[in-house]
Every structure is written in C-alpha cells, then in structure tokens.
C-alpha cells in the first residue's frame, strides 16, 4: 500500500471554486422576490390599443422593494368579459392617483399616456419601450431614465431612439412606449454615506454587497492575490478567450482609463 500523492490530473484533488462561476449556480445568489410587488409591464397587444385607444385609472402608486423607480397600479376595463384587469405599469415623473391613462394608437400625446411609436413625433421624450411589438416594455425602465425619439423611416416602418446609455437604436415604428420620464429620478445624487445604508439597500435586491477586493484576498481565491503589498502584479486587461477563473479584471478591453475629451452625442450624421 503506496502513499498517495495528489498529482494534476487526479479526479480526487480539491479543486478550487470559481466565485463567479459559484454565483451562477444561484444557492444563496437568488434574488430576493418574496416582497416584490410583480413584474412591471404594458398591458397585452389588443384589437383596442391597435385601432383606437382604451382609459385606464391609476388606483394606486406603490413602493416596489428592491426597484429604484415606483410603480403604478393602473385599472381597465375588460372588453371581452365582465370584470377589471389590473396592470403594474411604470410610473412617469407627474402620475398621481386617480388620473386616467389612455393606451393606443389614438390615444392624446400626454405624461403618462402609452403610443405606438409610429404616432410620436421626433423628439419626444418616451419610456418603457418595447424592443419587439408586443413584448410589453424593453428599454428606459430605471428611475430617472428616458430615450428619446430621434427618427422616423416611412419606407422601412423604424424608428431611432437614443438610450440612456446614449447608444442609437433602431426598432419597429409599432412598438408601444409610454411618454415621459419614469419617476425617481436623481437617487443617485444623495450618497449612501454609510454601510447600514448600502447593505439595506442590498439587502432586498440579491446577495452581491459587500464586494471584496481581488487584490485584498489570497492567491488561492483570487488571479490578483497575495503578495506583500495590494498590488495586481499583472496587467489588469485579460483576453476574452482566458479560462474562467483567470478571467478578472477588464476582460477583451479596446481601451482603458477614463474617457478624455468631450463625446460626441446625438449631433452625428443621423
């Protein structure tokens, strides 16, 4: 009976976890919906939004945990049966309780209001965009966010929008947005200024604060690891194509370091 000696290629060695590949499994990563008031959408594609319009009321505006922005509990009338449907839409900045929201093609181009993109002139500012007809909301959907309409094309039934990333997008002049910016707006701008905050703040959207340093840990967790100083010790740019564990870092980089000079948005050829 020979001593064994853990070699390379033996199945029985400990391997060692990947941490971001430990957050992919889920386990304790989950996200935390217990208390998350439903998903925030447009109401369903109907024979009403798409020939003429249908009111809606807002009954109430709620807090939904671990969502910047509030949403809107917005009540129509079914056109098929005797009852009420009941969406979770988003509210825009000047939604109050009690207002009436008018959905479709004919529907008047005010706050609150849902268009297809095709009845909103250029410059208009929209949110909760669809990316597809029909698929109840995409794009400009955190607090505070809007894209704007920059042009139409007739011939091929698009439309241009800048994101708020300030990215240009083209999709089909059918999809629906509601008009005006969604509310919360500016909670960025006050800072946490403590942990108690940001670890609540956490607390109800998933388990991803505090987040470690990889130059604080050991060589054994981390490709930046170790050594007697926090240094990285290797350039900080990494392939796209490394392995996962060594891939850390800025991964397939063009550039790096802050942005100089002023960007060029929204005056460009189109």
Same mark, same amino acid.
């Given at each position: 009976?020979?001593?064994?000696?853990? &070699?390379?290629?033996?199945?029985?060695?400990?391997?060692?976890?990947?941490?971001?590949?430990?957050?992919?499994?889920?386990?304790?990563?989950? &996200?935390?919906?217990?208390?998350?008031?439903?998903?925030?959408?447009?109401?369903?594609?109907?024979?009403?939004?798409?020939?003429?319009?249908?009111?809606?009321?807002?009954?109430?505006?709620?807090?939904?945990? %671990?969502?910047?922005?509030?949403?809107?509990? =917005?009540?129509?009338?079914? @056109?098929?049966?005797?009852?009420?449907?009941?969406?979770?839409?988003?509210? *825009?900045?000047?939604?109050?309780?009690?207002?009436?929201?008018?959905?479709?093609?004919?529907?008047?181009?005010?706050?609150?209001?849902?268009?297809?993109?095709?009845?909103?002139?250029?410059?208009?500012?929209?949110?909760?965009?669809?990316?597809?007809?029909?698929?109840?909301?995409?794009?400009?959907?955190?607090?505070?966010?809007?894209?704007?309409?920059?042009?139409?094309?007739?011939?091929? %039934?698009?439309?241009?929008?800048?994101?708020?990333?300030?990215?240009?997008?083209?999709?089909?002049?059918?999809?629906?947005?509601?008009?005006?910016?969604?509310?919360?707006?500016?909670? *960025?701008?006050?800072?946490?200024?403590? @942990? %108690?905050?940001?670890?609540?703040?956490?607390?109800?959207?998933?388990?991803?604060?505090?987040?470690?340093?990889?130059?604080?840990?050991?060589?054994?967790?981390?490709?930046?690891?170790?050594?007697?100083?926090?240094?990285?010790?290797?350039?900080?740019?990494?392939?796209?194509?490394?392995?996962?564990?060594?891939?850390?870092?800025?991964?397939?980089?063009?550039?790096?370091?802050?942005?100089?000079? =002023?960007?060029?948005?929204?005056?460009?050829?189109?």
């Amino acid at each position: 009976n020979t001593p064994h000696f853990p &070699s390379n290629n033996d199945p029985f060695t400990m391997g060692k976890y990947i941490q971001a590949q430990r957050k992919g499994k889920g386990g304790i990563f989950k &996200s935390h919906v217990r208390t998350r008031k439903g998903a925030v959408k447009l109401r369903p594609l109907d024979y009403a939004e798409k020939q003429g319009y249908i009111r809606g009321v807002v009954k109430e505006i709620l807090h939904d945990p %671990g969502r910047g922005a509030p949403v809107a509990k =917005v009540q129509f009338l079914n @056109a098929y049966r005797f009852k009420r449907d009941t969406e979770l839409m988003l509210c *825009t900045e000047g939604m109050y309780t009690g207002q009436f929201i008018y959905c479709g093609k004919k529907a008047s181009l005010t706050v609150g209001n849902v268009l297809p993109l095709s009845a909103v002139p250029e410059g208009t500012i929209v949110c909760n965009i669809e990316a597809k007809v029909g698929d109840r909301g995409a794009f400009a959907r955190g607090s505070g966010a809007f894209a704007v309409v920059v042009s139409h094309d007739e011939d091929k %039934g698009t439309t241009r929008l800048r994101l708020p990333s300030g990215g240009k997008k083209t999709v089909p002049s059918g999809v629906r947005a509601q008009i005006g910016v969604v509310a919360g707006g500016g909670r *960025t701008d006050k800072p946490l200024l403590k @942990a %108690g905050r940001a670890y609540h703040k956490y607390a109800v959207k998933r388990n991803c604060w505090p987040k470690i340093r990889g130059v604080a840990k050991n060589p054994v967790e981390h490709p930046f690891g170790g050594g007697n100083h926090q240094h990285i010790g290797k350039p900080s740019t990494v392939s796209k194509e490394a392995p996962s564990g060594r891939k850390v870092g800025l991964i397939g980089a063009r550039r790096t370091g802050r942005l100089r000079g =002023v960007k060029k948005t929204g005056q460009d050829k189109d």
